[in-house]
């Protein structure tokens, strides 16, 4: 059964965990191999860490669990825009469970949350040009291309990417 909540510090590990193994996975073409390899365990630890224990207003941090096992995380910031609206700023899912509606789901959960709780309608992300499943995965979820820029990695690595957008809450469709 799957459940989603807030994230607590007990997460911290889980998503540290699955947030490094899918950039070393996905981001292995884009970002130096010292640092998928060696600093992007302390780097995603203090992001995870800082994130968890200095909660910000309207930041709202998700964790689906199957029976108890984190397999998934949201992490939104309402309104981070003025005229994109809320940022998804990260969603992973553990890629042996991909394709069974998990990102769907926290997908909705953080659109409940912005029903609630946002001031603007509006919802955005940004995604590696190079990352072709999540852009095919957003454009299904109705998401559509907004703008093409840079992204400058923590390893200062400059590489391409996309912001996609949902002018309303209600083009995220499931």
Not at 15 to 28: D, F, G, K, P, S
């Amino acid at each position: 059964m799957l459940t989603i909540d807030y994230a607590t510090f007990d997460d911290h590990s889980a998503i540290t965990e699955l947030h490094v193994r899918n950039w070393q996975a996905v981001y292995c073409n884009d970002l130096s191999e010292q640092y998928l390899t060696h600093d992007i365990h302390q780097d995603r630890f203090q992001t995870w860490h800082s994130r968890l224990t200095q909660p910000m207003s309207k930041r709202h941090i998700l964790v689906a669990k199957q029976n108890g096992k984190m397999c998934g995380f949201i992490c939104i910031e309402l309104d981070a825009h003025p005229e994109l609206g809320t940022l998804v700023d990260n969603l992973h899912v553990n890629p042996e469970i991909k394709g069974q509606g998990i990102g769907k789901q926290l997908l909705a959960a953080a659109k409940k949350i912005m029903a609630e709780h946002a001031q603007s309608d509006g919802l955005y992300l940004e995604v590696l040009a190079s990352n072709l499943p999540a852009i095919g995965f957003y454009q299904r979820m109705g998401g559509a291309e907004y703008c093409a820029q840079t992204w400058q990695a923590p390893d200062g690595t400059v590489v391409d990417e996309y912001v996609y957008h949902w002018p309303r809450r209600e083009h995220l469709t499931f």
